[in-house]
T-cell receptor
Framework: AQSVTQPDIHITVSEGASLELRCNYS??????LFWYVQSPGQGLQLLLK??????LVQGIKGFEAEFKRSQSSFNLRKPSVHWSDAAEYFC?????????????FGTGTRLTVIP | EPEVTQTPSHQVTQMGQEVILRCVPI?????FYWYRQILGQKVEFLVS????????KSEIFDDQFSVERPDGSNFTLKIRSTKLEDSAMYFC????????????FGQGTRLTVV
């Protein structure tokens, strides 16, 4: 069965500092991988996704993520955090080969940005 | 830019009442989903819908839940007899079956059962 682990419930970083949010997944094959962001009171916005090919993927808002098959990880990074990045971040796995491609989400990491 | 829209944004209902949450998916999308997020917890898959029938459903999606696409544009989630534990944010999503596996999410409906 698919599962996603985000080991960090809450991370606080200073504005301008670098950021890495961890995500580990469990899946029988290479899944589709996603990072979504949820600002307070808002819906889920896709930051980036990995389907195949280059294991370093670029997303919106200056985010990137690297798929590491050997570690079953898909960590999200940003070199310099902005105050507007404060939000909840969700890693998700989508099952390949199933028509519906339902998503399985991690528990999320709340990012606080301090001046 | 096309988006998934959900109404209402917030619904309060009494325990035992029926509630219908509405969604208008992106017009050329063919896969539709409902997810829910209980406060402070992760987003959980409820059901997927394709070709006018349920494609997959989770164990959460029991007989109290049903989905419908009544008129070719709306996609609804009905909870027959709400329980306190149904209080959550409910997200609708849709996907373009041809272009990608990316699902687009609506802003959510916050359901409060009192």
């Amino acid at each position: 069965a698919q599962s996603v682990t985000q080991p960090d419930i809450h991370i606080t970083v200073s504005e301008g500092a670098s950021l890495e949010l961890r995500c580990n997944y469990s899946y029988g094959a290479t899944p589709y991988l996603f990072w979504y962001v949820q600002s307070p009171g808002q819906g889920l916005q896709l930051l980036l996704k990995y389907f195949s090919g280059d294991t370093l993927v670029q997303g919106i808002k200056g985010f990137e993520a690297e798929f590491k098959r050997s570690q079953s990880s898909f960590n999200l990074r940003k070199p310099s955090v902005h105050w507007s990045d404060a939000a909840e971040y969700f890693c998700a796995v989508g099952a390949r080969g199933t028509g519906a491609n339902n998503l399985f989400f991690g528990t999320g990491t709340r990012l606080t940005v301090i001046p | 830019e096309p988006e998934v829209t959900q109404t209402p944004s917030h619904q309060v209902t009494q325990m035992g009442q029926e509630v219908i949450l509405r969604c208008v998916p992106i017009s050329n999308h063919l896969y539709f989903y409902w997810y829910r997020q209980i406060l402070g917890q992760k987003v959980e898959f409820l059901v997927s819908f394709y070709n006018n029938e349920i494609s997959e459903k989770s164990e959460i999606f029991d007989d109290q839940f049903s989905v419908e696409r009544p008129d070719g544009s709306n996609f609804t989630l009905k909870i027959r007899s709400t329980k306190l534990e149904d209080s959550a944010m409910y997200f609708c999503a849709s996907r373009d079956i041809i272009r990608s596996t990316e699902a687009f999410f609506g802003q959510g409906t916050r359901l409060t059962v009192v």
